[in-house]
């Protein structure tokens, strides 16, 4: 083996995260890493790049012991991660994000001078060599879409030579063709003999990519398998310990008459006149490829993006929120795409993110009722399944699934009228996603307007009672009825739709 962890373990605090976890894999093989939020997939790819240091355990790398206890240890060895989260800096140029901390320099120390031509043309050499020519290396990092800058840290990680490149969750925020991108670059890699470890949620993504699949459960080994000589049912059933239900909740069972309706909402660019009806009592699907407008429009019907055009009616009456706390104050939540930018704060206790956008209720005589919110969080963390230690642990210490989980369980409260939830499930596992999807049912049979927005036709498909297709800006099809994610992609004018 190229490299072989055995008997990782490691705890926070008394929360012990990776009891006695083995992991190996070999030069040219792509093995996915699988297990439900919280599992310990992260940590242990931590480990394994020196960010984390292991209370037990040895790493060995070519048969033999190496010392791994700092980022750069693990970089001497050629193992380089690209984490689950963003780490780009966004004030900076391409070609810096990617020779961040290893820039072709004239001279050592503080009055060394970057050779920034040279830097750059490195870069665009880089990009090119991996199908990504159309970034320009010299384009401030901020100006590039969210996607994009995914491919440059990813860009990154291939700067220096991996042995051991680690992928956390690449495809999470990636386009449909960016994603095929991503796969032909990995297979170029294992074709050189790099070994890569693959994180993802999507099981279709992993059976079509990997060779071998380990699975963790709870800090633990749950197994491992050839990819070839395996089926999605197996897999399932050893990362979940049981074996999985549906994961789609019935549909709804009395939708009533239209609650919240946008007429030709435009903001001048990306939006060009979209309309969506959704009903009392239903859930409705958005469903768009990225670009399309789908990362735009939640914020759009939310107040938190500013229009040229359109119109939107709650129940009949004009809704022009300005701000969120407008649209708050109408009864209209909104769970945001970016979670780290725009969700949550991650110093903050659980107990305090999950009661943020209605923190006034908590104000009592001037002073918040910290039992109040701690009696809210506790429900939610329960119902939702959130893997923590209680209310008062900071978000930061979350995985990122579980986080997501808080980000969804701040806005169930009963007097919510209409919930906008973009891309709600991203990073999370399916378990928890059939408990989201379930509790969003039975809230929308409640009485709640449910609108989901996805660039994910399965779970469009899947979950929707009726749904609007987005393209280029427009909304271009509307399902009143069940629809398949066929149709849907055909919609929204995918290359793949057969
Ligand atoms: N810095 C930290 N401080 C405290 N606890 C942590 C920290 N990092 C992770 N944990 C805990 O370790 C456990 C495993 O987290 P990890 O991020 O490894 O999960 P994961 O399998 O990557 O999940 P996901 O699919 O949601 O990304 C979680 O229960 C989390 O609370
Ligand atoms: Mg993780």
């Known amino acids: 083996m190229l490299l072989d962890m055995t008997g990782i373990r490691k705890a926070f605090g008394n929360n012990l995260v990776l009891d006695d976890v083995g992991f190996a894999i070999d030069a040219g093989e792509i093995v996915a890493l699988l297990g439900a939020n919280g599992a310990g997939k992260s940590t242990l790819m931590k480990i394994m790049t020196g960010i984390y240091s292991r209370d037990a355990g040895t790493v060995c790398i070519d048969g033999e012991t190496v010392r791994i206890e700092a980022p750069r240890d693990a970089m001497a060895h050629g193992i380089r991660l690209i984490p689950q989260e963003l780490s780009v800096l966004p004030d900076l140029s391409v070609a810096e994000n990617v020779f961040l901390g290893a820039m072709p320099a004239n001279g050592d120390g503080p009055l060394a001078t970057v050779r920034f031509a040279e830097m750059v043309r490195r870069a665009q050499d880089l990009l090119e060599e991996l199908g990504l020519g159309d970034i320009d290396a010299r384009a401030r990092l901020s100006r590039l879409t969210l996607s994009e800058q995914r491919l440059v840290e990813i860009a990154r990680a291939l700067a220096g030579k991996a042995r051991v490149l680690v992928m956390d969750e690449p495809t999470a925020s990636l386009s449909e063709p960016e994603r095929d991108k991503l796969f032909a670059i990995m297979a170029g890699l294992r074709q050189a003999g790099t070994a890569i470890v693959f994180i993802s949620h999507y099981l279709d993504e992993v059976f079509e990519v990997s060779d071998r699949i380990s699975v963790l459960r709870d800090g633990i080994n749950a197994g491992v398998f050839v990819t070839a000589e395996t089926d999605h049912d197996s897999v399932l059933a050893a990362m979940l310990g049981r074996q999985m239900e549906h994961l789609y909740p019935p549909p709804a069972i009395a939708p009533g008459a239209p609650f919240f309706v946008a007429r030709d909402i435009a903001d001048g660019d990306t ?93 009592r005589g001037g002073t918040i009722s910290v039992p109040r919110q701690r009696q809210f969080a506790a429900r939610w963390i329960d119902a939702l399944g959130v893997r923590t230690t209680g209310p008062e642990q900071p978000i930061r210490g979350l995985s990122g699934g579980n986080q997501q989980k808080v980000c969804i369980g701040r806005w169930l409260v009963d007097d919510l009228n209409v919930l906008i939830l973009d891309e709600p499930t991203r990073g999370v596992d399916l378990g928890a996603r059939r408990d989201i999807y379930a509790h969003l049912r039975t809230l929308s049979d409640q009485g709640l307007t449910v609108i989901v927005i996805s660039s994910d036709a399965e779970e469009i498909a899947g979950l929707a009672d009726t749904a609007t297709v987005l393209q280029k800006g427009r909304s271009v099809a509307r399902f009143d009825g069940p629809v398949g994610a066929e149709a849907l992609m055909h919609a929204a004018g995918s290359s793949k739709a057969a």
Do not use: C, W
């Open 271 to 363: 939006l060009a006149g979209i309309s969506i009806t959704a009903r009392q009592r239903e859930i409705h699907g958005v469903f768009g490829l990225i670009g399309s407008g789908v990362q735009t429009i939640g914020k759009a019907l939310f107040g938190a993006h500013a229009l040229t055009g359109g119109t939107i009616t709650l129940n009949g009456t004009p809704f022009r929120p300005r701000f969120a706390a407008d649209a708050i104050a109408s009864g209209v939540g909104l769970v945001p795409g970016e979670r780290k930018a725009e969700g949550i704060v991650a110093e903050m206790p659980l107990r305090e993110n999950f009661t943020l956008p209605f923190l006034s209720r908590y104000v």
